[in-house]
């Protein structure tokens, strides 16, 4: 079955800053990569997703890339902000056809933005 | 607004009892999902549902048992046969049978007495 790799499993950095985090994922199969940010005590929130047939996709201050050749997958945060500091997860599914929306989720990265 | 409540947000079980966690969506959604998240780790899937009256185990569903009456509801019931049933858990929906889970609830966070 599909395995996720997340790290790093902590990440701090200075308001302003960018911040990375970076997924491996085994399964050549899989070929949507969801990111997930989750606050304290709630549900995740679906941030940014990417398919296998683009290679990136921004969306205002966060973007995603996709290595398909190496399987891996990063979550670029540009110009944080305090309220960025979350957990993140990205995951990776096969998507569409019979599949039953299946997803496998990465460890989860703690980010926190110091003002 | 739409969306996807749980309840209750804490809840605690004596050793041997079962126990169920409701979970309702107002968003139309065929599918919906149960997931279970231990600390420092990600998210396992323990059962789903594509359609009413229509549910698969996912990777973890030994100890859970679940069904899909309704459209707008998705019980679990975590069963006595679960050792370690200490967790947070999520529920979440997708718009279309095979699509990716799209939203998920505040989840419910089950402890042992």
């Known amino acids: 079955g599909e395995n996720v790799e997340q790290h790093p499993s902590t990440l701090s950095v200075q308001e302003g800053d960018s911040a990375v985090i970076k997924c491996t994922y085994s399964d050549s199969a899989s070929n949507y990569f969801p990111w997930y940010k989750q606050e304290l005590g709630k549900g995740p929130q679906l941030i940014i997703d990417i398919r296998s047939n683009v290679g990136e996709k921004k969306d205002q201050r966060i973007a995603v890339t996709l290595n398909k050749t190496a399987k891996h997958f990063s979550l670029h945060i540009t110009e944080t902000q305090p309220e960025d500091s979350a957990v993140y997860f990205c995951?990776?599914?096969?998507?569409?056809?019979?599949?039953?929306?299946?997803?496998?989720f990465g460890q989860g990265t703690i980010l926190t933005v110091h003002p | 607004d739409g969306g996807i409540t749980q309840s209750p947000k804490y809840l605690f079980r004596k050793e041997g009892q079962n126990v169920t966690l409701s979970c309702e969506q107002n968003?139309?959604?065929?599918?919906m999902y149960w997931y279970r998240q231990d600390p420092g780790q990600g998210l396992r899937l323990i059962y789903y549902s594509q359609i009413v009256n229509d549910f698969q185990k996912g990777d973890i569903a030994e100890g859970y048992s679940v069904s899909r009456e309704k459209k707008e509801s998705f019980p679990l019931t975590v069963t006595s046969a679960q050792k370690n049933p200490t967790a947070f858990y999520l529920c979440a929906s997708s718009i279309l049978q095979g699509d990716q889970p799209q939203h998920f609830g505040d989840g419910t966070r089950l402890s042992i007495l």
């Open positions: 995951a990776a599914s096969i998507a569409g056809g019979t599949s039953y929306g299946k997803l496998t």
């Open positions: 968003l139309n959604h065929d599918a």
